[in-house]
């Protein structure tokens, strides 16, 4: 029988290859090796812990996890002012570690109504690099991300004392990072799709559901306006990009 840190070492090795392939043909991947290995250890019948802990109308918990950030960008490929032509990447990733609330509103059967308020602390190092010189400059930007996501929870029947479960919902996000003379800055706000997935493991004395979960983000995250740059020749690596969006991949552990 595979032990949940056998589950837990699989799907951060599966996020490696998240971030290094393509990020749709992944995901369905990712679905169906926990479903299958959670659906191998189900299969013996076992008396049923806490067998009306579902029936809750309203039940409150936490929540503790790593996340990793992301940032796709829209880089223009235009020589700027002054002739140069930079282009920005994240070449690696750094975990970072976030913590939560849950409350939990019973709808039915298989519907739960769920808001969790997160805080996520992690950093982005950017890498910006012209063109023609191959110049290179190092942009490390610190994120203290407050999230209050309000999804849906449809959850399977219930095999024993496991029952899988997907989610969606949306999630406002306010960076309390403060963040100054940064040659190249994010917006403080934006608001995430996000879809997940999970199992509630049923325990002698309460629910640990370890999710997996993808954030998409909605809005344009680069800050145009810079009048607050020292050297006004910093303006060109915010000119030489178009757009810069969000994603955020989070590995949370809830206790319910």
Same mark, same amino acid.
């Given at each position: ?5 056998? %589950? +837990?070492?699989? %799907? ?14 992944? +995901? ?9 290995? #959670? ?6 019948? *076992? ?5 009306? %802990? ?29 002739? @140069? ?17 849950? +409350?939990?509103?019973?709808?039915? @059967? ?19 690099? @012209?063109?023609?010189? /191959? ?12 999230? #209050?996501? %309000? ?5 399977? *029947? ?21 963040? *100054?003379? /940064? ?10 799709? @996000? ?22 983000? #909605? ?22 990009? *178009? ?14």
């Amino acid at each position: 029988m595979l032990s949940l840190q056998t %589950i +837990s070492i699989s %799907i951060y090795r599966l996020i490696g290859i998240f971030f290094e392939n393509n990020m749709s043909k992944r +995901s369905l991947i990712f679905s169906l090796l926990l479903f299958f290995t #959670l659906g191998v250890q189900a299969q013996r019948n *076992k008396v049923q812990r806490l067998p009306y %802990i579902d029936q809750r109308l309203l039940h409150f918990g936490f929540s503790i996890g790593t996340h990793v950030q992301d940032l796709r960008f829209v880089n223009r490929g235009e020589p700027g002012d002054n002739g @140069e032509t930079w282009y920005a990447e994240i070449p690696s990733f750094s975990p970072g570690f976030n913590v939560g609330l849950v +409350s939990d509103l019973y709808l039915c @059967e298989y519907l739960n109504l769920r808001f969790c308020p997160t805080m996520y602390f992690g950093n982005k190092t950017i890498e910006m690099r @012209e063109n023609t010189s /191959d110049e290179r400059k190092i942009v490390d930007i610190k994120s203290n991300y407050l999230s #209050l996501p %309000i999804s849906i929870k449809y959850g399977a *029947k219930r095999l024993n004392n496991y029952r899988p479960y997907i989610t969606a919902g949306i999630s406002p996000t306010l960076d309390l990072a403060k963040k *100054k003379n /940064d040659i190249l800055r994010l917006k403080p706000y934006d608001t995430y799709l @996000e879809i997940g997935f999970g199992c509630d493991i049923y325990l002698p004395f309460f629910k640990l559901i370890p999710e997996l979960k993808f954030c998409f983000g #909605l809005g344009n995250m680069l800050e145009k306006k810079r009048n607050d740059l020292q050297d006004p020749l910093d303006y060109k690596y915010t000119q030489s990009q *178009k757009k810069i969006t969000s994603q955020i991949v989070v590995l949370s552990f809830y206790f319910e």
